[in-house]
């Protein structure tokens, strides 16, 4: 008796390999600014600015803090904050230089701004510059994940492809879910500008460039995320399953 593999419900090309690192993730996929979980869950991302608390004078600082748990205080949903840290990427700085130094008539500044340039990119790659990025994650889960078990959790973590019925369920819940969530975005930009701080909701082309250089790191440094524009999706693959 021969035994039948169980088939994925993704279709696949010939010649790709049996299984991807993105079916075991929690990311269904992105859309409309907005992360959706394979279970219906939401997620907004929100990037914010930093503050120098130590410079601050002694009133600022306690107008800060006053204004920090005035925030915690007008939330009843959980958030995640997330510290990003990588090194400084300073491509598309250099590459205005290089056409200011194209445009240059006289050739001794020409010279002079290249080699900026050059010394700029030097400094950045043998120093380790690393930049750090801040930023908060917003959810909003359907009830019926909400009431998912322990056990339940467990089971999806160990058989983590997806299925029809649970995008057919994310689909039709997804616009209702997504006011909810606006809601509680627009509660934490509040109570974070109220701190100081300048808050930008991340679009879906810079969620994607976000995890692209988390996972790839060194790859990312050479290789850029192409815009979701510029991507080549075959549309008709996309809709089968």
């Known amino acids: 008796m021969t035994e039948t593999q169980p088939q994925s419900t993704v279709k696949q090309k010939k010649g790709a390999p049996a299984a991807s690192t993105q079916i075991f993730l929690n990311v269904s996929e992105i859309k409309d600014n907005v992360l959706v979980l394979k279970n219906g869950g939401l997620r907004a991302v929100l990037q914010t600015s930093s503050i120098n608390f130590n410079l601050k004078s002694e009133q600022e600082q306690n107008a800060i803090i006053f204004g920090y748990q ?32 194209e445009n240059q008539e006289n050739p001794l500044l020409k010279k002079q701004t290249n080699e900026y340039c050059d010394y700029i990119q030097k400094l950045v790659e043998y120093a380790d510059i690393m930049e750090k990025e801040f930023y908060v994650i917003v959810p909003y889960d359907p009830g019926r994940s909400r009431s998912t078990s322990i056990f339940q959790s467990f089971f999806q ?37 109220n701190c100081g701080l300048k808050v930008d909701q991340l679009e879906t082309s810079e969620i994607i460039e976000l995890f ?15 815009k979701v524009d510029e991507l080549n999706i075959d549309k008709e693959e996309t809709e089968e399953i």
């Open 157 to 193: 973590r160990l058989s983590p492809k997806d299925s029809y019925s649970e995008i057919k369920k994310r689909h039709n819940e997804f616009n209702q879910l997504k006011k909810s969530l606006s809601q509680r975005v627009n509660i934490v930009i509040s109570g974070l500008e």
């Open 212 to 226: 692209y250089n988390s996972y790839n790191p060194n790859l990312s440094r050479s290789s850029k995320a192409k």
């Open 70 to 101: 005035s925030f915690l205080n007008s939330i009843d949903f959980p958030i995640q904050i997330l510290v990003h840290s990588r090194k400084l990427d300073i491509d598309k700085y250099i590459d205005n230089v290089r056409v200011i130094a």
